[in-house]
């Protein structure tokens, strides 16, 4: 309750609602203004050759250093992006980046988160087209990574829009296979070039139990598709090894790196290419 000054009028209200809300609203203030003055950081992750440990690919992934707050959770601000149409400016963004990196990596390819938001933009395909030719980049090294989560909303406007980014020549990933609802017959209809194994199935496979069948039974059937398998979340050695044994093609996870600046990457790679001589 707080009392009007001078006039004694009381107005009542639930603190604790404004509080969210007003968090909320700064959050939202925020995360504008750092998109707009460019403050979205992009970090890349290894993802390594199953058979030989070699980095073939990085994944890029956004970070935000809130002014005054450290840094926010990617699954925190994309969600606010996507809830407020920041969305797309926010995606295209990551993508120049990811881009303009990449192309000082030229035995790397590129993954690229995709929210289903950004396709509501008629436009999106040409945006993505421009930014590979304005940065001369090409589009078959880049993968663009998908939740299922998009197929199930609304299967007609998925695959036209799959179907417009790959006349472009880049390549679709569908990320987190394994955590919602994973269904046979999206993988089979949408052609994906890539299946991602979902970390909560990678954090299982070294307790026993029936994780590794079901892991062998998510490899066979992306084989019986044709599509390679990345695992992701690999923590630990034995993780890596059975994986491997699994039958995935490339891993990923804080055993083989953990996110980071595109310069160390750069000198990732070096040490590789000297390894390599
Ligand atoms: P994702 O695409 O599935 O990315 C993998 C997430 O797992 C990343 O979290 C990564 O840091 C984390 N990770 C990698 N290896 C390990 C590991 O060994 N153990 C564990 N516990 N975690 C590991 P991050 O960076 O917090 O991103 C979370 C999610 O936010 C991403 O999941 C993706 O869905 C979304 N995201 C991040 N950047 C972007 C972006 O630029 N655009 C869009 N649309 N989404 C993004
Ligand atoms: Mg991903
Ligand atoms: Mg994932
Ligand atoms: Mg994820």
């Given at each position: 309750?707080?009392?009007?000054?001078?006039r004694?009028?009381?107005?009542?209200?639930?603190?604790?609602?404004?509080?969210?809300?007003?968090?909320?609203?700064?959050?939202?203030?925020?995360?504008?203004?750092?998109?707009?003055?460019?403050?979205?950081g992009?970090?890349?992750?290894?993802?390594?050759?199953?058979?030989?440990g070699?980095?073939?690919?990085?994944?890029?992934?956004?970070?935000w250093?809130?002014?005054?707050?450290?840094?926010?959770?990617?699954?925190?601000?994309?969600?606010?992006?996507?809830?407020?149409g920041m969305?797309?400016?926010?995606?295209?963004?990551?993508?120049?980046?990811?881009?303009?990196?990449?192309?000082?990596?030229?035995?790397?390819?590129?993954?690229?988160?995709i929210?289903?938001?950004?396709?509501?933009?008629?436009?999106?395909?040409?945006?993505?087209?421009?930014?590979f030719?304005?940065?001369?980049?090409?589009?078959?090294?880049?993968?663009?990574?998908?939740?299922e989560?998009?197929?199930?909303?609304?299967?007609?406007?998925?695959?036209?829009?799959?179907?417009?980014?790959?006349?472009?020549?880049?390549?679709?990933?569908?990320?987190?296979?394994?955590?919602?609802?994973?269904?046979?017959?999206?993988?089979?209809?949408?052609?994906?070039?890539?299946?991602?194994?979902?970390?909560s199935?990678?954090?299982?496979?070294?307790?026993?139990?029936?994780?590794?069948?079901?892991?062998q039974?998510?490899?066979?059937?992306?084989?019986?598709?044709?599509?390679?398998?990345?695992?992701?979340?690999?923590?630990?050695?034995?993780?890596?090894?059975?994986?491997?044994?699994?039958?995935?093609?490339?891993?990923?996870?804080?055993f083989?790196?953990?996110?980071?600046?595109?310069?160390?990457?750069?000198?990732?790679?070096?040490?590789?290419?000297?390894?390599?001589?």
């Open positions: 309750r707080s009392k009007e000054a001078g004694g009028r009381w107005t009542v209200y639930a603190p604790c609602m404004d509080a969210e809300r007003e968090e909320r609203n700064q959050l939202e203030i925020d995360l504008r203004r750092a998109i707009e003055n460019s403050e979205i992009v970090v890349y992750q290894p993802v390594v050759d199953a058979r030989d070699r980095m073939v690919s990085v994944e890029a992934l956004a970070r250093n809130r002014t005054g707050h450290g840094p926010v959770s990617p699954e925190i601000f994309i969600g606010v992006a996507e809830q407020t969305i797309d400016q926010l995606g295209l963004s990551v993508l120049r980046t990811a881009c303009r990196a990449v192309r000082q990596w030229p035995d790397l390819r590129l993954a690229v988160n929210s289903p938001g950004q396709f509501r933009d008629p436009a999106f395909a040409g945006h993505v087209a421009q930014t030719s304005d940065l001369d980049v090409n589009p078959n090294r880049i993968t663009l990574e998908m939740t989560s998009y197929f199930i909303r609304n299967p007609a406007r998925a695959l036209a829009a799959i179907n417009s980014l790959k006349a472009i020549g880049v390549k679709i990933a569908l990320d987190d296979f394994g955590s919602g609802f994973s269904s046979v017959g999206y993988l089979r209809q949408f052609g994906f070039d890539r299946m991602k194994i979902d970390q199935l990678v954090a299982t496979v070294a307790e026993g139990g029936s994780a590794v069948d079901l892991l039974a998510t490899v066979a059937l992306a084989r019986a598709l044709d599509i390679p398998v990345t695992a992701e979340g690999v923590e630990t050695e034995d993780q890596a090894k059975i994986l491997r044994l699994s039958g995935c093609d490339e891993l990923q996870g804080y083989f790196g953990r996110p980071m600046p595109g310069d160390a990457i750069g000198r990732m790679l070096m040490e590789q290419r000297e390894v390599g001589r």
